[in-house]
Every structure is written in structure tokens, then in C-alpha cells.
């Protein structure tokens, strides 16, 4: 690990203040200090937001659960008002690397990461939540950019995630035989509501950034049955093709995790 | 007397201090006043070093000292020699290529050592290490073993033309065609064995240390046999006298063969902590352990076996290119040659074998023994060739096998091995009643209800363990002997401590040795205590690999053990009163034939210590015994072991639902030890058949460079194992012992592929079977 | 630059001064001497490296020591009973052989402890799911698997 400076802000302000140039925010470290260690990242600056008070919890009204950015996957994953819910959401927070991963990997982490293969964002696209910042709002659909890269501009911070409560929904994930991270993973969400949005399924794993699969959102929203999507050939291009999955194999995949969420979200 | 210690289920006695933390890996160690190295290692797979700048490194915060090829030239350290000469076809010796610990003007694969930084912290050292400027001249690298020789091909060596290492054979060529031109049926396969990464859970570190008060080294290494590497580092490679070099090595976080051999980094640390005159410590952290510990397998093979029109095997006939890498690791002539193309007998009576092998050096990592060693390589070759031709003229698997397995000893196989004693009908059956092969059909019924393949695979493996005798392995190639030495120990009052140059590292001699020791001394387990790992201890060693430790070591211990018995027997006579010859010993109860007269053993010890009444005029006072064992043969465990997988066909996932290993070991010593290494061995087949495949780019990148992309067996990947043993005893040791320790690795990649393949309804797909080989391998049938 | 940071290791306040940079794990082995916690991969994989920080088993080689200032920390050091007698998880792996070479252990035996505190009584698969993060190349996991199922049952008797 190259060496670098240390803080420990009190606040989402300091921590703002201090987020400039070559600094990096700290989150619960679970993919930042491995590439650290790889020397594969190098800030001058890291800004430990671990101590800030009131960026972890959650809240639910029934309509909309909030998360705070700092919560801990394993908080989400146990917590019994996310359970209640949206079952599918603390089940995804359960999968997500392992359990000691888990003690300290956070949302807001994963979320302002975007790495291609990682669990949040399925959720946060599919449930089409609203991530708040220091500096204001963003939509899910306008949230993630591309390979690790998001909306957040420098010195923006997320502070909590909002998601709404579907009528139900799934998360299914193939694994990399190695990493763990999803291979492939399919959120898929129904609302209820009928009309545009009414199904929202969202992609991770398979291409550069999490993305929407419209055509099965339409079949869902008209019938919301495994059947809807199991012969939706997804095209591959675009897709990730890499040692463990050709774009060909990817594509194939997202049907079968999504006819299998599907089934998943009628249990 | 005390429950015999043989055959005992005992907890382990390292166990306790494993469970609290108090392990002594190599990286523990901290000596006063240590440095830290870090090696400079090339990006590159093949390249012409034209210049190499220390200077900014040099001036970087801590830094002590930076040494480049061209120190270690200067200072006439030798390259890293090979412990095995193989002779090719025209009888000439192998081409040896110097091996530098540090690169001589080329480097030669990703990873290849390049320069070691010295500094006061590890991170010190690093920082450098980032700083030292090489200039390459990036040459065109060449990465596949079968294209290695092919017109054009980048040379890696100028003394290795076509970058052939050798090309060697065994068998009678003649006899194998004739006999495949009148073969009913030939059943051919052509296949990879591919290259695994070996990936022990503690990585490599060596901590090498100089005293100028006795102008003596110290190196602590995580190593699986010190004497061994003391000996190649000081006869070959820095020319130093045996005396003035300790090699320490005491607990050692998994081997499977990465430890074996003289490493660069080993050479280096030892050598700059007299030019820094303080410690020198270096631990590889595990990126690193990807690009330079020994890889394992690497073959691409053609097999072929001819049979008669009732499945009776006539010849086979196997084609081999081994891919050796960049340079010749410690042992690694002799893996793919001896310690593969012997074994291709298999349990069967195969009359005539020709097996061809030819070795290639490539822009790779070397590759060496890797758990099993060229015996899972045979048995992958036999295993799927016999599974292949009994679907091909719709025989029964198991049927096929016992039709042509070996049920008369000794036996004479047409590759020099012989056989000693087996029983191979005895494992196969109790293999097939223990997985329910009669129920399978029903399993596989229920499985297609749910729309998924189910499938059932043999593998009926042999392999060769405790290599020897020193003569004929002399013979064959090798540049050391293969005994084991033992010392017996004994203290006044009774206890024993024993030095063994067998080393655990993993595999709890401390408590299967000390369970041989106490039984035959007749003394609680805790009164005895097993020494490895440090040559200033123990007197010499071989060390502990190809599953030789029981058999050969165990049995230099009883050797020992035997020659304290008889000394102990003399005492007893003389405090008896009694003629020698009437005196009888059992388990630690010296008695006078026909009389009620016993001493003992603590007795016997304690008069040899204190000796006031004692036959000083026939004995020296004392009880200490050494021996060293040079067996007479092999020994030769086999097993049967059969895999059931369900394979779910939209995702290419491979579930095994069933592995049952049925081994013979001869005598077992602690049957939960013996469990344990079979349940690690088979996992490591498994994951050479499932989850772990070696990757390079074309350009010689390792893509496969971390656990984020290789992918070595997790909990949820592999099944409770169905384990039992059935028993002939080795007949040429006395503890009729054969060894356990790599047969899982040995056996279970040919029972899953064939397992998969049978669930798949195809001849052949490669190894591993991930899910995408998986989907792709059933696309491909569909299109077919 | 130096930095200062303090904690409670094994029930034992402590400070030390160290690099930024220092992971918890450096701080444990190096500064502390206490080096029966394992790195064996750089990747956050292999959870040789596991310690228990505040209750909950954490992957030390995945944080900075600076993350764990005023934390409770227990590594595998501090487990057995101040005698020596052993926790019922540590005896359970050596009683279902669930160790070979040791090198993973220590990290298997802190998170198991954790996991069961949760599972009194788990399933095989539940515990071959909580193995995600730990590594073992040596046992095949069958005996760990076996050894967690009886620790757990331990734990909870001994509640």
C-alpha cells in the first residue's frame, strides 16, 4: 500500500470539504483497501467516514424503506423491517461476498463503487430507489453511469438510499465461480401498479454497468409469470465477456435467473 | 499394559497450539534487528533485460541494499539446480538451461526475479522496488506447451533448441503397434491435463539470517524438507560447507508439493543478510505465490487403448507433451516421466504400454510436483481410457475393470513397476455397495423429473509411493537418495523424544508417528514427542512429499525404535540375571521366559542413564538409537472411487451429489488422520476437474492471478465424502504401511469427468468442467 | 507519518503508534506479537486473517488499523479461558479433526464462533454457506463442516 494521509471527519461537511483532489472516501473499505493493498489505487487523502454520526439505519413506513449509506450489509441482510418489507432486498444484502464481507461492507459503499458485478445495484435500479446526497437527489435510472462510474460528482456524498416497497420481487444470482461477485445477477420487482414501470428488472454482472431489460419488463408487467421470460433470447452485445463467461453465456444467463427470480418473487 | 496405539482414532497432538494461535509459521518469526526484501519481477513473459536503474530506488526511505542478476554474477552464486536427470530417447542428458535466482540479460516469464530490495519495513521495500527502472526488450513469448516446438516458435534457451527439454519414452513400441494393428476395438482420447496453481492457504516466506561471530546462516523457510534444501543450496548454489548453514523449518501452512524445492527468493534472502549483515525476511503475498511458487500438471496427451472384442485390454498406446515452463524447477524432469508414464499400468493387466513423453520449456512459470505428481496425470489417462471403452462397446464400467484387473502378486507391469500386494475387486466392491451403484438408474430417473442429468463415474487409481530404492531411482535419474533417517531418543526417566526427517505440514506425524512410538515403547501417547523441521535437530532428511512419510520415515523410526529395544533388552538381561536370549519383550515389558521375572521399559531406561548396576564390560551407558531406511520398493495404495453429479443443464452447474472413495493403505495408523487426508486429497481432485483451471494470454499474462479469478474448492462446492479402506499390507515394510496422502488428488479428477461425462451423454470435455465448459459442451452436442 | 491509535485487544487496552497506512492486521501480527492471526491471500478471500471486532467477525486484512480505533478486538489468541482450557468451538475442531496444517484455522474458529452465536444448531448447508469468506486447502471442509455443527451445539449448551 503506497502511503497516504488519514482523517476522520465528524461530519458529512468536513468529510465534503476534505473529498478534493486525489482523496478518497472510506467507506467500509471492503474493495478500496484490497486495491489499496494491490497498489492498484493510490489516494493522497483517506477520508474514513466510519465515525460519522446518523449515516447508518434504517427506517421503513411501510411505503418506502430508507437505508443510511454507512448501514452494513449484514444490518440490512438481518434487519427485520427490510425482511418485512422487501424480503428480496435483505436477501441480496446476504449474498453479497461473505459473512465477514458483510460486518463491513456498506450501501453506500457498493452504490458510489458501481462495480459492474456488484449486488446493490440491481436493487437500487430495479426498485428504482432515490439516492440522496449532501448536495441532492439522483434517480436510480439516472444514477449509474458506467464501469465504476456514477452520477456523484466530486466531494458528493452519499448519505441514505431510499427505496419503494414492491408489491414483490426477487434477486437471483449466478456466481463467479471465483470472486463470488454476481456473474449475473436479475432484480426483479413488480409494483403492482400496471402501466409503465409497473415491472422494473434490472441486470448486474452481465455488462459494463447494471442495466434494465426492457423487453422483459413489458412481457412481466403483462403477465408477471416465469413463462413471460423464459424464451426472451437477450442479445449479447455489449456484454461482458471475460474468463469465466463469454457474452454469449451471459445472455443466456439473464434469462434463467430472470425466469427464476420471477418464480422466486411468487413463492 | 496400555490399549493398543495402532489403529487408534487419537486426537492430534499439535492441535492444541494450531487452535490457540501458537503456531510457528515462517512469517512468525521475528529475529532482532530484521530487514524486509521485496523482489522486482518482470511484466513480462519473455524479454531482454538491456538496462536495469537502482539509483532512484536506491535513495527511496529505508532502503538498504538493491542486488541485480549482475551482483549474484559477481558473487559466482550458482543457478538453481535440478534434482533429477532425465536421459531421451537418443541417450543423451536432458537440456539444462541455467537457472539464475536472479535474471542473467533475459527474463523469462511474468514473474521471473529480476532484483531484491532490501529495506528497513516490508512496505520500505516495496515502495523501491516500485522505483528500480528495467529496460525491456519485449520478445514474442510462447505460452502453449503444444506449440512450443512448433517451426518459428520464440526460443527460450539458446542450449534448448525447438525449446525441448527432452524427449524420452518407456515400453516396447514394436510390440504396442503390433498389437493395436490386431485390436477388435481402439478406443483414443486427446485431452489436456490442465496446469493448476497450487495455492497452499500459507504463502511462501523465508527469513534468512548470518552470524559473522561463526561466519554461519540461518534460514528459517517455510519448506517441505530442509536437509534437502540446505543441500541443494549449499553444494550448488552458493558453495558453502553443510556445517554452516541451518535450515529451519518448523510449522508449515500446506505444502501439496509448492514446497519442495529450492525457490530464488530462498538463495537471495540468505545470501544479502551477509552483505546487509542483519536478517533478511521476505513473505510472498499471494498475487505473488500465483507468478512464482511451482505450478502443477500441464499436459497434453494422446491416448489410445486397444482391446479384444470382450473388453480385454491389449496395448496402450500414450503421447505426451509436458509443459515444464520457463526453467527446471527442483524436480520437475522426473514428474511427468517416472512418476507418470510408470504408473500407466494402472490396476490393470495390460500386457504391452509404449508411453512417449516429451518435455518443453515455455514462457510460464516452472512447473513442478503438485500433490499427486504425475500419478493423478497416469491415472486420468487410464482412468478415462477404460470408462471411454466400456461405453464404446456397452460394457459395464465396473465390468470392464474387473475383467482385466491385476489379482496375482507380485506383478511385473510392462512400464517397471512391481506391484507388491493388492486387492482391487475388494475396493471396487465395497466402492459400489458403500455409493449405491444399484440404485442409480432410480436416482437418475428422479433427476430427469426434475429436467435435470444425472451421472456416475469410476475411477480405479493406483499410485507409487515413498520412491525407492535410492539404487533404482540412482538408476533412473535421480541426484539424491530416497531413504528417511529416524532417532530414538530417550530419557532417563522414560519419555522419548523423537527427530524425524520426514516433515509435517499438515499431515500430524506428531501424533501418528508418536502413536507408532508409544505403542511399541507400551507408553502413554504424551510421553513422547516428534521432532521435524530444523537440520541443527535432526541428523539428515529427505523431507515429505509423494505421500512417503509413514512408509519411509515411519519406518527409519521403527528401525530405530527396534535397535533402542535391543539395547534395552541387554540392559534388562543384565539387571535380570538372565541370559539375553531368554529375555522377551513386549511392548514395553521386558520378561525372562518361564519365570515371572520383568523389567520395565522406564526401568531399563533409567539404568542406562544412572548406570550403577549396569554391564559397562558389553554397553555404553545411554539410550539413543539412529537409523536410516532405504526401502526396498514402492508401495503401491489403490482404491476405487465413485462420483455421482447431477448436472443442472440451463446453467452448465455441476453439483456432485455423492463421493465415495473406497482406498486400500495397507495398515492405518490413525484412521481419522487417514480420513482427513483423503477428504483433502479429493478436494483437490475436485477442484482440478471443477473450479481450477490455470489461464495464460497469449502474450504469457497470467489472467488466472488471484483468487478473484481462480478458483480453488469452497465449502459449498464439494459434499460430505463417503470414505472406508480396505486392508492389504504392504509386504516389504514393517508397519506394512503404503501412504495416503495424494490419492484423493489422484483418483478423484477421472471419477468426476467421468461422472460428468456419463451425466452428459458425451465422449470427452475438458478439465475443468466450469459451468460455462458445462453449457457450452451440451450447446455444442445439441448442434451436433 | 505516524498516527496513534487505540483499542482493546483480547480485553487489554492498548495503543501503538503506526503508518497510516498499517492494516489491522499488521498492527495485531507485527506491533502486538500476536501472530496467530494469518494473511494468505491479498484479495480478501481466504479469511485466514479473520478477528472478532466488536462481536462480529471481520476480515483484519481488509481494514486499515485506523478503522478499528476504540474497538473491542478479540483475536484467536484470546479465545480459550484464561487456564488454557479450550472454547468449546476450538475443542470441537479438534475433536472432528477440522484442522490439518493449522494455517487457516484460526480464522475458521473466529468466524465460526461468531456464526454459531447466531445458529445454534445449524444445517450442513448453512454452515458450508457461512464458510463463503474461509478458505481451507488442506481438510476439504469435511470436518470443519462436522466440527462447527458440534461447536455451535457446545456453545449453546454451555449457554
Known amino acids: 500500500m503506497h502511503a497516504f494521509k488519514y482523517h476522520r471527519p465528524s461530519s458529512v461537511n468536513d468529510a465534503a470539504a476534505l473529498a478534493k483532489g486525489e482523496a478518497k472516501l472510506l467507506a467500509g473499505g471492503q474493495t478500496l483497501v484490497q486495491t489499496m493493498k494491490l497498489r492498484l489505487a493510490s489516494p493522497s487523502d483517506i477520508i474514513d467516514l466510519g465515525t460519522i454520526k446518523d449515516l447508518a439505519g434504517i427506517k421503513s413506513d411501510g411505503k418506502t424503506v430508507t437505508i443510511g449509506a454507512m448501514t452494513r450489509h449484514a444490518d440490512v441482510a438481518h434487519s427485520a423491517d427490510v425482511k418485512k418489507a422487501i424480503p428480496a432486498l435483505a436477501a441480496l444484502a446476504g449474498m453479497i461476498g461473505d459473512r465477514q464481507v458483510r460486518t463491513m461492507g456498506t450501501l453506500g459503499g457498493s452504490l458510489a463503487n458501481n462495480d459492474p458485478a456488484a449486488d446493490y445495484p440491481a436493487a437500487v435500479l430495479a426498485l428504482n430507489a432515490t439516492i440522496t446526497t449532501n448536495k441532492g437527489k439522483h434517480e436510480a435510472d439516472k444514477f449509474f453511469k458506467g464501469m465504476f462510474e456514477t452520477a456523484l460528482k466530486p466531494g458528493e456524498i452519499i448519505t441514505s438510499i431510499a427505496f419503494p416497497v414492491p408489491k414483490r420481487a426477487a434477486y437471483t444470482k449466478f456466481k463467479n465461480p471465483a470472486s463470488r461477485f454476481a456473474m449475473v445477477g436479475v432484480f426483479v420487482a413488480d409494483f403492482g401498479t400496471g402501466g409503465k414501470d409497473a415491472v422494473r428488472v434490472a441486470v448486474t454482472g452481465a455488462g459494463p454497468v447494471v442495466f434494465r431489460q426492457a423487453e422483459m419488463e413489458k412481457a412481466l408487467a403483462a403477465k408477471f409469470a416465469p413463462e413471460s421470460v423464459a424464451n426472451i433470447k437477450v442479445k449479447q452485445d455489449g456484454l461482458n465477456t471475460d474468463l469465466h463467461a463469454s457474452a454469449e453465456y451471459r445472455a443466456h444467463l439473464v434469462t434463467v435467473m430472470a425466469k427464476r427470480a420471477v418464480e422466486a418473487a411468487l413463492k | ?784 | ?159
Not at chain 2, 278 to 297: I, M, N
Not at chain 2, 605 to 614: E, G, L, M, Q, R
Open chain 2, 1 to 784: 499394559m496400555n490399549a493398543p496405539l495402532i489403529g487408534a482414532r487419537i486426537e492430534r497432538k499439535e492441535d492444541y497450539r494450531f487452535l490457540t494461535g501458537a503456531g510457528q509459521y515462517t512469517d512468525d518469526v521475528e529475529l532482532p534487528r530484521q530487514s524486509y526484501a521485496a523482489f522486482v519481477r518482470s511484466p513480462h513473459a519473455h524479454a531482454v533485460i538491456k538496462k536495469i536503474s537502482i539509483e532512484k530506488a536506491k535513495a527511496s526511505s529505508g532502503v538498504l541494499a538493491i542486488y541485480t542478476g549482475e551482483d549474484f554474477a559477481a558473487a559466482k552464486l550458482g543457478g538453481l539446480p535440478c534434482g533429477w536427470l532425465i536421459t531421451d530417447v537418443n541417450g543423451q542428458p536432458m537440456k539444462e538451461p541455467p537457472h539464475p535466482c536472479l535474471a542473467q540479460g533475459k527474463v523469462r516469464y511474468v514473474g521471473d526475479h529480476v532484483a531484491i530490495v532490501v529495506a528497513e519495513t516490508s512496505e520500505q521495500a516495496r515502495d523501491a522496488a516500485e522505483l528500480v527502472a528495467v529496460d525491456y526488450e519485449v520478445l514474442p513469448a510462447v505460452v502453449d506447451g503444444s506449440k512450443a516446438r512448433a517451426k518459428g516458435a520464440p526460443q527460450l534457451h539458446d542450449i534448448a533448441p525447438d525449446n525441448t527439454c527432452y524427449v524420452w519414452a518407456i515400453g516396447d513400441k514394436a510390440a504396442c503397434d503390433a498389437a493395436f494393428a490386431k485390436a477388435a476395438h481402439v478406443t483414443k482420447l486427446d485431452f489436456i491435463n490442465n496446469r493448476l496453481i497450487p495455492n497452499a492457504i500459507e504463502p511462501r516466506s523465508a527469513n534468512g539470517s548470518y552470524s559473522r561471530a561463526d561466519d554461519s546462516y540461518t534460514l528459517y523457510v517455510a519448506s517441505q524438507n530442509p536437509h534437502v534444501e540446505r543441500l541443494l543450496m549449499t553444494a550448488f548454489v552458493m558453495g558453502l560447507p553443510e556445517h554452516k548453514v541451518r535450515v529451519v523449518s518448523r510449522d508449515v501452512g500446506g505444502g501439496f508439493g509448492s514446497k519442495i524445492y529450492l525457490y530464488a527468493e530462498d538463495v537471495a534472502v540468505t545470501w544479502a543478510s551477509k552483505q546487509v549483515n542483519r536478517p533478511v525476511k521476505w513473505t510472498s503475498d499471494r498475487s505473488e505465490a500465483f507468478l512464482s511458487d511451482a505450478h502443477g500438471r500441464d499436459h497434453h496427451t494422446v491416448a489410445e487403448l486397444a482391446l479384444d472384442k470382450d473388453g480385454k485390454f491389449l496395448a496402450m498406446r500414450v503421447k505426451t507433451t509436458a509443459n515444464v515452463g520457463a526453467y527446471l524447477s527442483t524436480f520437475a524432469s522426473c514428474v511427468p516421466t517416472i512418476l507418470y508414464a510408470t504408473l500407466l499400468a494402472g490396476q490393470y493387466k495390460t500386457p504391452v504400454i509404449h508411453c512417449e513423453v516429451t518435455a518443453v520449456f515455455t514462457n510460464t512459470t516452472p512447473v513442478d510436483a503438485y500433490r499427486g505428481a504425475g500419478r493423478p496425470e497416469a491415472t486420468y489417462v487410464v482412468e478415462r481410457l477404460v470408462e471411454t471403452a466400456a461405453r464404446e462397446l456397452k460394457l459395464d464400467p465396473a465390468e470392464i475393470r474387473r475383467r482385466n484387473f491385476i489379482t496375482e502378486f507380485p506383478y511385473q507391469t510392462p512400464v517397471a513397476l512391481l506391484y507388491d500386494i493388492g486387492d482391487y475387486n475388494a475396493t471396487m466392491d465395497a466402492a459400489q455397495k458403500l455409493a449405491d451403484v444399484a440404485g442409480f438408474s432410480k436416482r437418475k430417473e428422479e433427476s430427469a423429473k426434475k429436467g435435470k442429468l444425472r451421472g456416475l463415474g469410476y475411477a480405479a487409481y493406483i499410485e507409487a509411493c515413498g520412491i525407492a530404492p535410492s539404487a533404482v531411482a540412482g538408476a533412473l535419474g535421480a541426484r539424491a537418495g530416497l531413504f528417511e533417517a529416524g532417532e530414538v531418543r530417550v530419557h532417563p526417566t522414560g519419555s522419548v523424544t523423537v527427530f524425524t526427517g520426514s516433515h509435517s505440514h499438515g499431515q500430524g506425524h506428531e501424533t501418528t508417528f508418536a502413536q507408532v512410538v508409544a505403542d511399541r515403547l507400551g507408553m502413554p501417547i504424551e510421553n513422547v514427542d516428534i521432532v521435524h523441521g530444523d537440520t541443527s535437530k535432526i541428523l539428515f532428511g529427505m523431507g515429505t512429499y509423494g505421500s512417503r512419510s509413514i512408509a519411509v520415515g515411519g519406518t527409519a523410526i521403527v528401525k530405530a525404535l527396534d535397535k533402542v529395544i535391543a539395547k534395552g533388552k541387554k540392559i534388562a538381561a543384565h539387571l535380570m540375571e538372565a541370559a539375553e536370549t531368554d529375555v522377551e519383550y513386549d511392548r514395553g515389558v521386558y520378561t525372562v521366559k518361564g519365570t515371572d521375572k520383568k523389567k520395565m521399559f522406564g526401568e531399563v531406561a533409567f539404568a542406562a542413564y544412572v548406570p550403577h548396576n549396569y554391564p559397562h564390560d558389553k554397553l555404553e551407558p545411554g539410550l539413543n538409537e539412529n537409523a536410516f531406511y532405504d526401502p526396498l520398493n514402492f508401495t503401491f495404495p489403490a482404491g476405487t472411487y465413485v462420483c455421482e453429479v447431477e448436472v443442472d443443464p440451463e446453467t452448465g452447474v455441476v453439483k456432485i451429489e455423492k463421493f465415495t472413495a473406497v482406498d486400500d493403505f495397507g495398515k492405518i495408523i490413525n484412521p481419522m488422520i487417514v480420513e482427513g487426508q483423503v477428504h483433502g486429497g479429493l478436494t483437490q481432485g475436485i477442484g482440478q476437474a471443477l473450479t481450477e483451471g490455470c489461464q495464460y494470454d497469449a502474450t504469457g499474462q497470467l489472467l488466472t492471478g488471484s483468487f478473484m479469478d481462480y478458483s480453488i474448492p469452497r465449502a459449498t462446492d464439494v459434499p460430505f465424502y463417503q470414505v472406508d479402506t480396505r486392508e492389504t499390507p504392504c509386504t516389504h515394510n514393517p508397519l506394512g504401511v503404503k501412504g495416503c496422502g495424494e490419492a484423493g488428488a489422484i483418483g478423484a479428477p477421472a471419477a468426476l469427468m467421468n461422472a460428468i461425462t456419463d451425466a452428459l451423454g458425451v465422449k470427452d470435455m475438458p478439465m475443468p468442467a466450469t459451468p460455462q465448459t458445462v453449457w457450452q459442451t451440451l450447446k455444442n452436442k445439441k448442434a451436433a
Open chain 3, 1 to 159: 507519518m505516524a498516527v496513534k491509535v487505540s483499542l482493546k485487544v483480547n480485553g487489554k487496552s492498548i495503543s501503538a503508534e503506526v503508518e497510516e497506512r498499517t492494516l489491522l492486521v499488521t498492527l495485531i501480527r507485527e506491533n502486538l506479537r500476536l501472530t496467530g492471526t494469518h494473511v494468505g491471500c491479498d484479495t480478501a478471500q481466504c479469511g485466514a486473517c479473520t478477528v472478532s471486532m466488536n462481536g462480529k467477525a471481520v476480515k483484519s486484512c481488509s481494514m486499515l488499523a485506523m478503522q478499528a480505533e476504540g474497538a473491542d478486538v478479540m483475536t484467536i489468541e484470546g479465545v480459550a479461558k484464561p487456564d488454557g482450557t479450550l472454547h468449546p468451538m476450538q475443542a470441537a475442531f479438534k475433536e472432528h479433526h477440522g484442522l490439518q496444517c493449522g494455517f487457516c484455522t484460526p480464522g475458521m474458529v473466529m468466524n465460526a464462533i461468531d456464526f454459531a452465536k447466531s445458529h445454534a444448531n445449524p444445517s450442513e448447508q448453512e454452515i458450508r454457506e457461512a464458510l463463503e469468506g474461509n478458505l481451507c486447502r488442506c481438510t476439504g471442509y469435511h470436518n470443519i463442516v462436522k466440527a462447527i455443527g458440534a461447536g455451535a451445539k457446545a456453545m449453546a449448551a454451555g449457554k
